[in-house]
């Protein structure tokens, strides 16, 4: 079954450094998203993207966040300038219909981001 | 932000008998429902889901019942297997995003021992 992979699994690093977070989404998949769960809490909705635009981003997405498809598999999500408090799994996922109603998210493994 | 509330943080079930896995919610605009299933170093898998059209959708040993009244969901587990042990995320929708923004609960514990 065709699965969201996502690299690298772990990543540490220093606080103040741009980091970037790598996603293959499902390849007949057409919607994209990342989530993140810092540890204890819930599973958080950061942003949608579809169409090479961002559809809907939460308050957590601010302006050190950014999301880009750079070529026909790639989904990335970017940190400018990472903070301890972003230290958390931040999962993708995609979907192939438009939203939850016709076709459910999936997931991939998860990049534990560690902010030091 | 408490819209998908899983009070139980921990079910310990034996195997061979029905798990019964709850979720409460409080915004009535979300009308869709699912239960994902996640286990350690693994991202979450979709179980099972539910519109508000319906109160009960059945898939092989789960089964989702939706109270809309009560804004109360359960996933039934029946019978529970020792591979069903993992973390049980419940997750809602709204009409209003239709691109896939879900509202996750904190998830159950689910324990099944032989």
């Known amino acids: 079954e065709p699965e969201v992979t996502q690299t690298p699994s772990h990543q540490v690093t220093q606080m103040g450094q741009e980091v970037i977070l790598r996603c293959v989404p499902i390849s007949n998949h057409l919607y994209f998203y990342w989530y993140r769960q810092i540890l204890g809490q819930k599973v958080e909705f950061l942003v949608s993207f579809y169409n090479n635009e961002i559809s809907e981003k939460s308050e957590i997405f601010d302006d050190q966040f950014s999301v880009e498809r750079p070529d026909g598999s790639n989904f990335t999500l970017k940190i400018r300038s990472t903070k301890l408090e972003d230290s958390a799994m931040y999962f993708c996922a995609s979907n192939r219909d438009r939203g939850s109603y016709n076709s459910p998210l999936h997931f991939g493994n998860g990049t534990r981001l560690t902010v030091t | 932000d408490q819209q998908v509330k899983q009070n139980s943080p921990s079910l310990s079930v034996q195997e061979g008998r029905i798990s019964i896995l709850n979720c409460d919610y409080t915004?009535?605009?979300?009308?869709?429902f699912l239960w994902y299933k996640k286990y350690p170093a693994e991202g979450p898998t979709f179980l099972i889901s539910i519109s508000s059209i319906k109160d009960k959708n059945e898939d092989g040993r789960f089964t989702v019942f939706l109270n809309k009244s009560a804004k109360h969901l359960s996933l039934h587990i029946v019978p529970s297997q020792p591979g069903d042990s993992a973390v049980y995320f419940c997750?809602?929708?709204?009409?209003?995003?239709?691109?896939?923004?879900?509202?996750f609960g904190r998830g159950t514990q689910l324990t099944v021992w032989p």
């Open positions: 997750a809602a929708a709204d009409r209003g995003s239709t691109l896939g923004r879900l509202y």
């Open positions: 915004n009535s605009m979300f009308d869709y």
